[in-house]
Structure formats: structure tokens, C-alpha cells
């Protein structure tokens, strides 16, 4: 299955695993720390035994030692004693009947040995016999440090119900670190699938984008995760590559159009050109000549409008006063706007800054400035307008009492090569307000177009773009 060949799957199958190891290794651990104190414990209240009966049998004689070792035997606890005479080996006293063969060879040390033992109930009767583990040590009781040993004493524990435990907790340290590792196995199984069907949804809209439907998008499940702002960044991206492929279209759509009818005047005005005498030539190469620099100055404005949407050219970046690079342009505008019959009139107030580019800024209220006084036909006054808006944004208003534009053809006009028929004899390109519009979008702006006075005639026009202040 593909599943098993996704990274996921691989990680979560190594962290299982580790994770596993981990487990073990803690239960291991834990397992040891338990174990070896009992096992110390045990070996110490044995060795606590022997002292004690090496100081009895020092202080009492061979009866009496006898004694204490028949009235231990008697005790149904778990310690286990046994006594033999050192010269012959014979038994004296003891809760087994013969000495371990693991005693031969174990000299002073703790040696393990299993053995049949009593089997009790719940009401401590005996019921039968069962075998059951023990360690003990083996001493030679001497009387006096000259005599030949006279006793062999053997000291045990029944530790059965410690060994159980043993065997018992070691199973359930491999049981859990199997079912650790499967669980992790089973784990990365769900988390794999998941993630699956989130890539699979990407190379989906890739695959169908890349065939050349542009308009899919990957589809957002509302999680909220790293997955899903890596798929609202690639929306976004898309978006952005879109809306540049149209404008691409539009731009190559346009040239194609409305720069054929500029390029046929030219071949043709050349054509005559050849057949007219010298003041037809000159007559011709001037009007081609002023013809090639309105198609370069429509180029430029192409370029600059194609260079500010791709976010290539934003201009430096700075915190700017908007009414500032406002009374610059007025100032700049002014003579322009007398000699067309324009009075300029600039009303502004303390704004706050915007972070934005000051070239670009001044290049849009220029066109606005130029597009006023190029069509406001009969209008006598132009106003600008800086102030700081209900919403604290930065608000600019560039409004004349020219014939305005229609409400049905106002978002038309700020397309590309938009131009009213009513100013079709106006020199120009049609892309003042396009290129405006691009400004605006790339300082996070909004732009609209509204009436001056809607209750009079002619409306003129009002031109609003809002700036985001600096937080």
C-alpha cells in the first residue's frame, strides 16, 4: 500500500518503536530496583538468621540448639531450617528431608533451589504439596575454633510468591511494550490516512491547474491546523498567480486591440508618405512620431500597472503623510489647472502616518489630478480632501463638478482601457484609473467612485481612497 511509503507513516512507526524501547527500558529498570532490594532483603534476613544462630548455639549446648531449630521448623511462616550432625550428615532437625544438591557447590554464597512444600488454603490448612522456589545459605557450626565442625545448619526462604510476581510482571513489561508498538503501527495508520487525503487534495487542484483550470482551489476542512494555513497560503497564492494570468490576458487582449488601429495609421500615413512630396513626409513623420510616443507612453503605463499588481515594483516603503505628498501635488498641479480654467481647492488636517511609497502615492493623485482636468468638460473647480475617517483610516477625496460618470459604468472605468464615449476624443490611454486602482490595492487601500452633488446637474465626480494607518 502507498500508505506504508509515506514519510508519516515511517516517523510514526520510528517513534512507536522508540517510544516502545523507552517503555522497556523504564519497566526494565523498575522491574530491577524492585527485585534487587528483595532479593538484598531476603539475603540479609537470612544472614541476620545465621548470626542469631551461631550466637545461640555458642551459648547453649547441642540440646538447646536442637531446641531453637525444632521450635523454627515449627512455625508455618516462610523461613525454612534445616540441622545435620557435620560428621556423619545425618538429619537431625528440618523442614526438608534432604539438603539441595545446589548446596554442595553454592560454599557461603545465596544459591536458589526449588523444593515440595506445603500447600495451604485460605484458612492456613494444609491441603497438599505443591513445588515452590527458595534461596538459602549453608553454615558449619564449629564448638571451638580447634573442633571439627559438630552441626551444619541451613537457612532458607520461601520465595515463591516473589518469583510469581516475577514472572508475572515480566510478562506485562512485554506485553505492553508489544502492544506500545502496535498501537503505534495502528497510530500511523490513522494519522497517515489523514494526512493523505489532505496532500491528495493538493496534488488534485495542482494536477487539474497545472491541466490549466485556474479557477481550483484546495479545499479547506476548517480545522485550523499547520495543514490548513499551508492550504489557505497556496488559495492565496493561486489567487494571486490568477488574478496576474488575467491580467496578463487582458493586457496581451488589449495591446492586440487597441493598439492595431494606432500601428494601421502609421503603415498607412507612412505609405502616402512615399508618394507625397517633402512637406507631406515631414507632415507624416511628425504625426507618426507623435503617434509612437502616445503607444511608449501606453506601454509604460501597461508596465507600470503589470509591475505594481505582481507586487514587483511597491516603491521604498515608508512611514508617509499623505496630506503632505497632497499640498506637494496641488502645489505641482496648480499652474496646469489655472491655464484649463481650474481652481484648486486643498483642505486637509493633522492624519496620521501610513507605511506606504511616496513616489507611488504622488504618482496616483497626478493621474487623478490629470483625469480632472482632462474630463471634468465645463466644471470649474477641483477640491482634494485629507482627513481621517470614522474608521481612523486615512481618507483622500478628489471630487470636480465636471459631467461625473454614470453609476452602471463606474466599476467599468477602472478596468484597463476603459474609456466613456463621451471622452473618446480626449487624448489618452484609459488606463489613468487602472493604474490608480493597482496603486491602492498594493498599499492595502480601497478605492471608490461616487457622485460629487447627487442632487444636482451636471454630478460630477468623487474619487475616495482610504489608506490603513500605522498601528
Known amino acids: ?49 545465621i548470626v542469631l544462630l551461631a550466637s545461640v548455639y555458642a551459648e547453649r549446648s547441642a540440646s538447646g540448639f536442637r531446641e531453637v531449630i525444632r521450635q523454627r521448623v515449627a512455625w508455618q511462616d516462610d523461613s525454612i531450617y534445616m540441622l545435620f550432625v557435620a560428621s556423619t550428615g545425618v538429619r537431625l532437625e528440618g523442614d526438608l528431608n534432604s539438603l539441595p544438591p545446589q548446596a554442595l557447590a ?48 541451613f537457612v532458607g526462604r520461601d520465595v515463591t ?42 496534488n488534485k487542484t495542482a494536477k487539474a491547474i497545472r491541466a490549466g483550470d485556474l479557477a481550483q482551489r484546495i479545499p479547506l476542512t476548517g480545522a485550523g491546523d499547520e495543514m490548513e494555513q499551508l492550504a489557505s497560503n497556496l488559495n492565496a497564492m493561486l489567487d494571486q498567480i490568477e488574478r496576474l494570468m488575467t491580467g496578463m490576458k487582458e493586457v496581451s487582449d488589449n495591446i492586440a486591440h487597441d493598439l492595431r488601429s494606432p500601428l494601421t495609421r502609421m503603415r498607412n500615413r507612412l505609405t502616402s508618405a512615399i508618394e507625397g512630396d517633402n512637406q507631406q513626409k515631414d507632415q507624416a513623420l511628425q504625426a507618426t512620431l507623435h503617434e509612437a510616443e502616445n503607444m511608449i507612453t501606453t506601454f509604460n503605463e501597461l508596465l507600470s500597472i503589470a509591475r505594481i499588481e505582481s507586487g514587483e515594483v511597491t516603491g521604498t516603503r515608508e512611514p508617509v503623510n499623505v496630506a503632505e505628498i497632497a499640498t506637494e501635488m496641488v502645489e505641482l498641479y496648480e499652474p496646469a489647472a489655472l491655464e484649463a480654467g481650474f481652481e484648486l481647492d486643498l483642505e486637509t488636517s493633522p492624519v496620521p502616518q501610513v507605511n506606504g511609497s511616496r513616489a507611488l502615492i504622488s504618482q496616483a493623485i497626478a493621474n487623478l489630478l490629470d483625469n480632472a482636468i482632462k474630463y471634468a468638460d465645463g466644471g470649474k473647480k477641483i477640491e482634494i480632501n485629507v482627513r481621517v475617517d470614522k474608521k481612523s483610516n486615512v481618507y483622500l477625496g478628489i471630487s470636480d463638478d465636471g459631467p461625473g460618470i454614470p453609476e452602471d459604468k463606474r466599476g467599468h472605468v477602472l478596468a484597463r482601457y476603459a474609456r466613456l464615449e463621451e471622452s473618446r476624443t480626449t487624448p489618452g490611454s484609459g488606463l489613468g484609473l487602472s493604474l490608480v486602482s493597482a496603486i491602492v490595492r498594493a498599499h492595502n487601500g480601497t478605492l471608490t467612485l461616487d457622485s460629487a452633488f447627487p442632487e444636482h446637474t451636471p454630478t460630477g465626480l468623487k474619487v475616495m481612497i482610504r489608506f490603513p494607518r500605522i498601528d
Open 106 to 153: 553454592a560454599g557461603d554464597d545465596l544459591f536458589e533451589f526449588t523444593y515440595d512444600g506445603r500447600r495451604l488454603n485460605a484458612d492456613d490448612v494444609v491441603t497438599g504439596v505443591a513445588s515452590r522456589t527458595a534461596v538459602a545459605k549453608v553454615r558449619q557450626f564449629r564448638p571451638s575454633e580447634d573442633a571439627d565442625p559438630a552441626f551444619i545448619i
Open 1 to 49: 500500500m502507498r500508505i506504508f511509503r509515506t514519510t508519516l507513516f515511517r516517523f510514526t512507526v520510528i517513534y512507536g518503536v522508540l517510544f516502545s524501547a523507552a517503555v522497556a527500558l523504564l519497566g526494565i529498570a523498575g522491574y530491577r530496583a524492585i527485585f534487587d532490594v528483595s532479593d538484598a532483603q531476603t539475603e540479609r534476613i537470612i544472614d541476620e538468621e
Open 161 to 202: 510468591g516473589r518469583e510469581d510476581l516475577r514472572s508475572s510482571l515480566s510478562r506485562v513489561i512485554t506485553r505492553i511494550a508489544f502492544a506500545t508498538i502496535f498501537m503505534g503501527f495502528v497510530i500511523g495508520l490513522i494519522f497517515s490516512f489523514s494526512l493523505m487525503r489532505k496532500v491528495d487534495a493538493m
